[in-house]
């Protein structure tokens, strides 16, 4: 059986960010990641438009900022930038492709763990595990599907090559999928597209060209000056931050920012059906739009908002008796919350996830020896994951130098109500883990809530 210090489940964002630093600390590691390349989302999630909603420069790793003169960046550059890090710092040579873990096992004898693959078993001391939150498509089920004569495909099965120049496209969805596909679906890639919401959402558009700040931050970084790049990072940070607190705080002001920042592109009218949702800003995610203010100003997409009744053979029709006509359904409904993608136990003793408490985004209670970096929900997940990273190495640093074989932190009940509640949360919340011991605010997370602190686990 292969053996190493560390074995890390996933080639993602979290993946490559735990190898470097493993590297740097001087631990051997082995990647195991069950796709044929790395990436993660960015290399699974190939739908039309797909990107990330967060400004790059605090997204990419802080050891490797990524340097352009847009804010956010496409599937593919993403993937590109995840590539190019693997391969500056040796990171590809540990990863393990087709490998998909089935089963984790600590042996208290031994106190190691044992995992299970479809490659064969490995073993390590400890286990990193990145495989991402999200699992299958959630697949609403509509009345009449099964006799409707056009295509109804989910953004997961989708592929940003297809083009649909003589089909009239209905995107369902809301969220940030929808909101990033729909202007790279609008015509000339489909005949005519409508954007179907069931309910309205908050989305803000930003034009996508990185300010002077940005700039001149880059600029310097790239001669050598670390120093304002670095603080650029803190700052956008802070300011998520404090947008996340305030819009919370204050919903009526924020309310009034969304209709300044919509009313004139749309009208009053559009305003009013498909921009007024009806929950308050940030008790969900923001979806960010690039381009769909010209396209809804074009009439290049049109927005409705109403519920699926059923589907008939050529259309969909909604309950309040309208049909749009439709050859191609693509469904950007989302997925189902799946935190840990296999069976996990410690001794005989198999772990649910469901109500574990959840330790700082990094341990779950009872389970020896095993790390589970978590970022934050409503801003760029590396500005949290990243930080716990660097404190779980802080903790087998510590292991190492006293004689320690183990590290848990104690099985408790533990009050929880998640700060976000999208479609995701809310139909998998009795799956979820119990998380706490954070502000779940990064800016302030990172200065105070991951020192070191023996005291917080149990060490034998």
């Known amino acids: 059986m292969p053996s190493s210090d560390v074995i890390v489940i996933g080639a993602g964002v979290t993946g490559i960010g735990a190898a470097y630093y493993l590297r740097a600390a001087g631990l051997s590691y082995t990647i195991l990641e069950a796709?044929?390349?790395?990436?993660?989302?960015?290399?699974?999630?190939?739908?039309?438009?797909?990107?990330?909603?967060?400004?790059?420069?605090?997204y990419s790793f802080s050891f490797k900022p990524f340097i352009s003169e847009t804010c956010l960046q496409s599937r593919e550059q993403i993937q590109r930038y995840l590539r190019s890090v693997a391969v500056e710092f040796g990171i590809l040579d540990h990863i393990h492709f087709n490998t998909r873990v089935t089963r984790a096992v600590f042996d208290l004898a031994e106190q190691r763990w044992i995992v299970h693959t479809s490659q064969g078993t490995f073993t390590a001391r400890f286990v990193i595990n990145g495989n991402g939150y999200f699992s299958e498509p959630y697949v609403p089920r509509f009345p009449g599907a099964e006799t409707f004569e056009g295509e109804i495909v989910h953004t997961a099965a989708l592929d940003d090559r297809r083009a649909f120049s003589d089909k009239h496209v209905v995107l369902v969805g809301s969220g940030s999928t929808a909101v990033c596909a729909a202007p790279a679906l609008a015509p000339p890639v489909s005949r005519s597209l409508v954007l179907l919401q069931r309910s309205p959402t908050y989305i803000y558009e930003i034009?996508?060209?990185?300010?002077r700040l940005t700039r001149l931050c880059q600029a310097l970084h790239a001669r050598g000056v670390t120093a304002p790049l670095t603080m650029l990072r803190y700052y956008l940070q802070a300011g998520d931050d404090l947008i996340f607190v305030g819009f919370r705080r204050f919903p009526r002001l924020a309310r009034w920012i969304f209709r300044r920042h919509w009313l004139d592109a749309v009208g009053r009218e559009r305003f009013e059906a498909h921009f007024r949702p009806r929950y308050n800003p940030w008790e969900q995610r923001i979806a960010v739009s690039i381009g769909l203010k010209e396209k809804l100003r074009t009439n290049a997409i049109v927005i409705k908002t109403g519920e699926i009744e059923r589907f008939t053979e050529r259309s969909i029709r909604l309950t309040n008796g309208e049909d749009l006509g439709c050859d191609v359904c693509i469904l950007a409904t989302g997925f189902n919350l799946n935190i840990l993608k296999f069976d996990m136990y410690v001794g005989d003793f198999k772990i649910a996830v469901a109500g574990i408490n959840f330790y700082k985004g990094i341990m779950l209670g009872g389970v020896p020896n095993y790390f589970h970096p978590f970022g934050a929900w409503h801003t760029a997940w590396t500005q949290r994951a990243e930080t716990v990273i660097r404190y779980a190495i802080k903790i087998v640093a510590y292991m190492n130098t006293h004689g320690f074989r183990a590290v848990s932190i104690e099985r408790r009940d533990v009050g929880f109500t998640p700060p976000l509640t999208p479609g995701y949360i809310t139909r998998c919340l009795s799956m979820m883990p119990s998380f706490y011991g954070t502000y779940d605010l990064p800016s302030i997370d990172n200065l105070v809530s991951y020192r070191f602190n023996r005291r917080s686990f149990n060490f034998s």
């Not at 034009?207 to 300010?211: K, L, T």
């Open 35 to 58: 796709d044929a390349d790395l990436g993660g989302v960015w290399h699974t999630h190939r739908w039309h438009g797909a990107r990330c909603d967060s400004d790059f420069v605090k």
């Open 207 to 211: 034009s996508n060209v990185a300010d």
